[in-house]
């Protein structure tokens, strides 16, 4: 399979949940990935717990330029973006974090390490990724991205994953112990193994998305069982257009979201806000069903529910 590095681009338009002036109060993996061997905590376990607008503190920020007015936003679990200027105060440099990105056909290699760690670089049209591989199997790792109308922007990458990756090895900033946060959580390991083959007809074969998404198969295309976490605005509003309706799955959990989606009619959603946060915003579980071939006489989001249901009586223990 071939592999690029998803760009950071991404991260500089995504909806900003907080500056961190202002953070949000957030306070066992069973699939076959592999951990790279490194210094300091560059596991997945420990990369959940990461508060990436932390990462861009000033000893980071200095060692690309200078801090400008803007502050820092957050996007995401596990995502950061924050724009600086150049030595020279003349240059604005919009720099991005992202905490165990999966990584897709392996880019240019730049022949270094930090910390034990491979870095890899990804050019694009905007700016420079730079990314450390903390995991294979699929490859994962920590992103800085660099956006700029003129100037290095790998040079800034680089001087910034340098220091992004040092401070995660030496006193890396984590989100505060939060009861019913689904931070520490691994989606992987969070739909057991006997619903998921009874879903399925055999066992689950697990394939990480990062570190915050998982998809259940049966070894074979076809059929796919999707557990994911986001921090994003409540499920009703951001799936209205396909008219979902509510279901409940445990005394906890009532009211959950259920939607078809709009592009497969063997695809069902059901979203939920597992703990509501600041801004309209809350910590969000999505779990899918998904067949690619329809089979006569199924429903779909009833099985889609059964997940659901396992799901939520888990994370809501």
């Known amino acids: 399979m071939s592999r690029r590095l998803i760009t950071a681009a991404a991260l500089m338009c995504a909806f900003a949940l907080a500056g961190c002036a202002g953070q949000v109060d957030l306070s066992k993996s069973v699939s076959n990935r592999t951990t790279v061997k490194a210094g300091g905590g560059f596991g997945d376990d420990a990369l959940r717990q990461i508060e990436p607008c932390g990462l861009l503190n ?23 973006s924050l724009y600086v200027t150049d030595t020279t105060g003349k240059v604005k440099i919009g720099l991005g974090v992202k905490v165990g990105e999966s990584l897709f056909d392996a880019p240019k290699q730049t022949n270094k390490q930090i910390n034990g760690l491979v870095i890899v670089e990804s050019r694009t049209s905007s ?40 401070l995660m090895a030496t006193n890396p900033p984590k989100y505060p112990a939060t009861p019913g946060s689904l931070v520490t959580r691994d989606p992987c390991a969070d739909l057991d193994d006997k619903t998921a083959a009874g879903i399925l007809g055999k066992a689950a074969v697990k394939s990480a ?109």
Not at 63 to 69: D, F
Not at 231 to 239: E, F, G
């Open 58 to 80: 000033k000893d980071v920020v200095a060692a690309v330029g200078k801090a400008s007015n803007d502050t820092a936003s957050r996007t995401g679990y596990s995502e950061c």
């Open 127 to 166: 700016g420079c990724s730079e990314s450390a591989v903390t995991g294979r199997d699929p490859d994962r790792g920590v992103t800085v991205s660099a956006t700029a109308d003129s100037g290095d922007t790998c040079d800034w990458a680089g001087k910034a994953i340098n220091a992004v990756i040092n």
């Open 209 to 317: 998305y990062g570190i915050r998404s998982c998809s259940y198969t049966p070894g074979s295309s076809g059929v796919t069982i999707t557990v994911s976490y986001d921090i994003a605005s409540d499920p009703y509003t951001l799936n209205s257009s396909s008219k979902p309706v509510k279901v409940d799955l445990t005394d906890k959990v009532k009211g959950a979201a259920q939607w078809k989606d709009s592009i497969s009619d063997n695809k069902c959603d059901i979203g939920w806000a597992q703990r509501q946060l600041n801004g309209g915003k809350g910590e969000n579980v999505e779990v899918s069903f998904e067949r690619s071939q329809p089979v006569a006489g199924e429903d779909v989001c009833a099985v889609a529910k059964t997940a659901a249901v396992a799901v939520a009586g888990k994370v809501s223990a």
